[in-house]
């Protein structure tokens, strides 16, 4: 088991940055896939980015790729979202995700979900 609590959210104008970071519980954290999905209002939740075990492989979904970026620090137990260029369309509640067996872009195949935050991005 593992809880994952999200934060970092907020309101910013489109251009600007913002950095979401995932607080995950537990001894094993290393041992888990992490990512990030986003939920628009009325909208299924889509895959924005992925990270494997070690940190060494990364995905991204093509609306954000070089706009984001996805890290992680095991020592601290934490990944984080770095999201430059923020555009209106980033707007939703990003939920961070952990797996022990799989790094995919299909929102049910992820096992454990933190509560999300809210990013707001203005014109």
């Known amino acids: 088991q593992v809880q994952l609590v999200e934060s970092g959210g907020g309101l910013v104008q489109a251009g600007g940055s913002l950095r979401l970071s995932c607080e995950a519980s537990?001894?094993?954290?290393?041992?888990?896939?992490m990512g990030w999905f986003r939920q628009a209002p009325g909208k299924e939740r889509d895959f924005v980015t992925a990270?494997?075990?070690?940190?060494?492989?990364?995905s991204y979904a093509d609306s954000v790729k070089g706009r984001f970026t996805i890290s992680r620090d095991n020592a601290k137990n934490t990944v984080y979202l770095q999201m430059n260029t923020l555009k209106p369309e980033d707007t939703a509640v990003y939920y961070c995700?952990?797996?022990?067996?799989?790094?995919?872009?299909?929102?049910?195949?992820?096992?454990?979900w933190g509560q999300g935050t809210q990013v707001t991005v203005s014109s």
């Open positions: 995700v952990a797996d022990l067996a799989t790094m995919t872009r299909h929102a049910y195949q992820w096992d454990y």
């Open positions: 537990g001894r094993t954290f290393s041992m888990y896939n």
């Open positions: 990270i494997n075990r070690s940190g060494g492989l990364t």
